[in-house]
């Protein structure tokens, strides 16, 4: 495989065209930005909420207890998924949205949201033939990052429709 050859600073198309507007587009960086944004905003809210009904479950605190007291258990208890305001918890939501809408992104990246699928390296017959498309590797990075969530999500989508059996396995290992 060859690396791609840079002239001046310049990356080029397969038909040897350079490429002058290599940067993507506002609303390709904007709403995954915003996605994230309220992701953030969600997940802020709903650990607030968790924290402020387990302190009321379990009493206030002493500000300063003593050694031995400090490793007593707060109740409160983290998890890898968190309801929705206004929805049951018992449905994942979030589990299935860290699932599915990576996968939609992927798709988005690499094939809808362009004319054609995104290859890595020049086709056969081409000027560039075995190069790689500068133009293209943006892409696939920005798609290197979406595996992650969906493992994130598969691994919790079963469990997270069960959150009494996630603080029974979570306090009784």
């Known amino acids: 495989m060859m690396a791609e050859v840079h002239h001046g600073g310049m990356t080029f198309y397969c038909d040897g065209v350079p490429i002058t507007d290599a940067s993507g587009n506002w609303i390709g960086h904007v709403w995954p930005g915003l996605i994230m944004f309220?992701?953030?905003?969600?997940?802020?809210?709903?650990?607030?909420?968790?924290?402020?009904?387990?302190?009321?479950?379990h009493g206030r605190q002493d500000p300063?207890?003593?050694?031995?007291?400090?490793l007593e258990p707060s109740g409160f208890q983290s998890s890898s998924t968190l309801p929705f305001l206004l929805l049951p918890k018992a449905w994942p939501i979030e589990a299935y949205a860290k699932t599915?809408?990576?996968?939609?992104?992927?798709?988005?990246?690499l094939y809808f949201?362009?004319?054609?699928?995104?290859?890595?390296?020049?086709?056969?017959?081409s000027v560039r033939e075995g190069h790689l498309v500068g133009d293209h590797l943006a892409n696939w990075a920005h798609t290197a990052t979406y595996p992650g969530f969906i493992i994130s999500g598969e691994s919790t989508r079963g469990s997270s429709a069960d959150p009494a059996r996630i603080a029974g396995s979570a306090r009784h290992p």
């Not at 949201?113 to 017959?125: K, N, Q, T, V």
């Open 64 to 70: 300063n207890p003593s050694p031995s007291k400090q």
């Open 38 to 57: 309220f992701w953030g905003l969600h997940w802020s809210f709903a650990i607030a909420r968790r924290y402020h009904a387990t302190k009321q479950q």
């Open 100 to 109: 599915f809408l990576p996968m939609l992104a992927i798709s988005l990246e």
């Open 113 to 125: 949201a362009h004319s054609s699928y995104r290859f890595i390296l020049c086709p056969s017959g």
